[in-house]
């Protein structure tokens, strides 16, 4: 365990560091299933995991909604300076980190200071709260997984970013990258994240798509040389959404944005940061996700949340579907996990979860979810015949013409000599039901 570390003034009073106790532990600030010293599949947890705290959800996100006004009100955000204002936020936040024990955390550039309009007095800001992070690294072990900026809030943004009609615009979003560059560097940040929240369009009647994606990969491309010429050897990212807010966003999944890296020379440089939330906005699984970036090598990092089946826009809640989550780990295992990145906990408390102790709650439960999940699917991969089944379903292409064929030698001409051969195929099943069973059994 690192040690915790506060700033001037304690935020989370009577709050100590979170700690491992094990299964049968009715403590609800203690950790039952995330032993990060614990090895599963040659990994320990920690590793496997690399677990972050969401500085935006965490201590910027208010409570507040298209319906109501905010019902958090942070202690750490009474100052009229946004300096100081910003400083005490960061004390905060790196309490809370040491407190869950979490070993990195992630932010937007606007969150980590207020913003204005002048883009010099922004960069004076951030670079003052750059050096308050170093200390606060320096003390805790803490450690910056990746910096993002943010180019979707502001009005200026509305049409996009890197995608915006305007020239102008495209040259505010990168200063703006430039400098959450620098500030990600400074801070020997792991890795940087393109989330492209209006890189879309709301109607074709007044986009040429095929321009604003040809200008969408110049800006990566010129953010990526900058930041590699200015020392950063770590891997970029792109979190795929597929339609909020825009109508269509140019990187709505991860097939769309792997086929948009190979497209346009990227595919080197950049993975994907998968978000469990996204995902089911495209209409997908969380685990298909993962698949689909897995298969193309780019399963960079994840955004740990869940969406409400309810509800059709990105509620950001913290994941808690034990059945969900296995299924993932699956993949994730098989994948040999995460490529530079970790799980960050992209989601929020709700509205009416108002106690500081909520947002401890609410990390331990997302902490012990995926860390009951791996175990699970370890288990499963290690002491089942999950594996044995898919072999099986495919063994016909192991050998004989089926090999032969994922060889390349064989002509459309051989396969209707070989169907006519062998008349009708058998009925072959696929066992859904027994391997859900599995993962029950298991959990």
């Not at 505010?172 to 020997?188: C, M, S």
Request: glycine letters at 10%; a negative charge; aromatic letters at 12%.
């Amino acid at each position: 365990m690192g040690n915790v570390i506060t700033g001037d003034t304690e935020f989370f009073k009577g709050i100590n560091q979170i700690k491992f106790e094990g299964p049968e532990s009715d403590n609800p600030l203690a950790f039952r299933w995330y032993d990060e010293n614990r090895v599963v599949a040659g990994k320990t947890l920690k590793d496997h995991f690399r677990f972050a705290g969401a500085y935006w959800h965490s201590f910027v996100g208010n409570g507040g909604d298209p319906f109501g006004a905010p019902t958090h009100v942070f202690a750490w955000d009474k100052k009229s300076d946004p300096i100081e204002r910003a400083k005490d936020k960061m004390d905060a936040a790196f309490e809370f980190l040491t407190k869950m024990n979490l070993p990195f955390y992630c932010f937007h550039d606007v969150d980590v200071v207020d913003y204005g309009n002048d883009i010099v007095e922004n960069e004076r800001r951030l670079q003052a709260l750059v050096d308050h992070a170093k200390q606060k690294q320096a003390a805790s072990g803490v450690k910056l997984l990746w910096g993002t900026a943010n180019l979707f809030s502001n009005p200026r943004y509305m049409n996009g970013a890197s995608t915006n009609p305007d020239f102008h615009v495209l040259a505010h979003g990168a200063a703006q990258v430039k400098a959450a560059l620098d500030a990600t560097i400074a801070l020997d940040g792991e890795n940087y994240v393109f989330w492209g929240g209006r890189e879309g369009y709301m109607t074709l009647l007044n986009t040429d798509m095929k321009r604003e994606q040809e200008h969408f990969a110049k800006f990566l491309h010129a953010a990526k040389d900058y930041a590699r010429k200015n020392g950063f050897k770590g891997t970029f990212f792109i979190e795929p959404k597929p339609a909020e807010p825009s109508k269509h966003q140019y990187d709505f999944d991860c097939a769309t944005v792997i086929g948009f890296l190979n497209q346009f020379g990227l595919e080197k440089d950049f993975k994907i940061n998968i978000e469990v939330n996204h995902a089911t906005l495209a209409g997908h699984t969380f685990q298909h996700e993962l698949q689909v970036a897995a298969d193309a090598g780019m399963l960079g990092s994840v955004d740990a949340n869940r969406g409400d089946y309810q509800n059709g826009w990105d509620t950001d809640q913290f994941p808690n579907n034990l059945n969900e989550i296995t299924e993932a780990m699956l993949i994730f295992l098989e994948a040999g996990g995460l490529q530079g990145g970790g799980v960050n906990f992209d989601a929020k408390i709700r509205r009416n979860s108002t106690d500081m102790k909520d947002l401890f709650y609410a990390h331990v439960g997302g902490m012990d979810t995926f860390a009951r999940a791996l175990i699970t699917a370890d288990n499963i991969l290690q002491k089942s015949d999950f594996k044995k089944i898919r072999e099986e379903r495919y063994a016909s292409f192991d050998s004989g013409k089926g090999k032969e064929f994922e060889q390349g030698k064989v002509s459309l001409e051989d396969l209707r000599a070989y169907a006519i051969e062998n008349g009708e195929p058998a009925t072959i099943s696929g066992k859904q039901e027994y391997l859900e069973n599995i993962i029950n059994r298991y959990i």
